[in-house]
T-cell receptor, first 115, second 113 residues
Framework: DTGVSQDPRHKITKRGQNVTFRCDPI?????LYWYRQTLGQGPEFLTY????????KSRLLSDRFSAERPKGSFSTLEIQRTEQGDSAMYLCASSLVQGVDSPLHFGNGTRLTVT | DQQVKQNSPSLSVQEGRISILNCDYTNSMFDYFLWYKKYPAEGPTFLIS?????DKNEDGRFTVFLNKSAKHLSLHIVPSQPGDSAVYFC????????????FGKGITLSVRP
């Protein structure tokens, strides 16, 4: 169990630029989640996949955000035309649906700073 | 609309004493509750959970209590250790431990040596 891996750990970008983050879940996990955390807040749900299907998207996920999980393994989260309000920690988590008490395992996140 | 509320932003306790972290929720559809612990520069780490069919779950020094009628849960840490100093998030799900979680804002626990 190598854990959930996220890349990059930090990203600084200028307003208006596009950014893409990658998440590699725990290998046998079939669900993958994206969350966003801002200062002083708990993680907020953005979207999740079961295998390659995107099953739910939060209303927080504007049209500028898109997530993919093309082969049911790793996932990418892209933010187009970044805004300063996008500055946050983006967390990925994975879980195994078959386990009743299998909680979400989180990666260490990608910290995005939009200048 | 905060469905999971952690109203105390911080707590400081002496090493060896009990730490009690509280959490309230408003959504009666929540049926599974979890506590996560977070150190700086790391992602949240699962600590302990409880199903709505139980009122207590214990794992070593950590015990979670659930009062469904009051929509309240608490995490007890006994005895508290300096290594327990971290941010603790309460989270809730409407479909088991491995589904979408709704988190509270977190509480920063400081355990003084």
């Amino acid at each position: 169990d190598t854990g959930v891996s996220q890349d990059p750990r930090h990203k600084i970008t200028k307003r208006g630029q596009n950014v893409t983050f990658r998440c590699d879940p725990i290998s046998e996990h079939n669900r993958l989640y994206w969350y966003r955390q801002t200062l002083g807040q708990g993680p907020e749900f953005l979207t999740y996949f079961q295998n390659e299907a995107q099953l739910e998207k939060s209303r927080l996920l504007s049209d500028r955000f898109s997530a993919e999980r093309p082969k049911g393994s790793f996932s990418t989260l892209e933010i187009q035309r970044t805004e300063q309000g996008d500055s946050a920690m983006y967390l990925c988590a994975s879980s195994l649906v078959q386990g009743v008490d299998s909680p979400l395992h989180f990666g260490n996140g990608t910290r995005l700073t939009v200048t | 609309d905060q469905q999971v509320k952690q109203n105390s932003p911080s707590l400081s306790v002496q090493e060896g004493r009990i730490s009690i972290l509280n959490c309230d929720y408003t959504n009666s559809m929540f049926d599974y509750f979890l506590w996560y612990k977070k150190y700086p520069a790391e992602g949240p780490t699962f600590l302990i959970s409880i199903s709505s069919i139980k009122d207590k779950n214990e794992d070593g020094r950590f015990t979670v209590f659930l009062n469904k009628s009051a929509k309240h849960l608490s995490l007890h840490i006994v005895p508290s250790q300096p290594g327990d100093s971290a941010v603790y998030f309460c989270a809730a799900s409407g479909a088991g431990a491995n589904s979408k979680l709704t988190f509270g804002k977190g509480i920063t626990l400081s355990v003084r040596p």
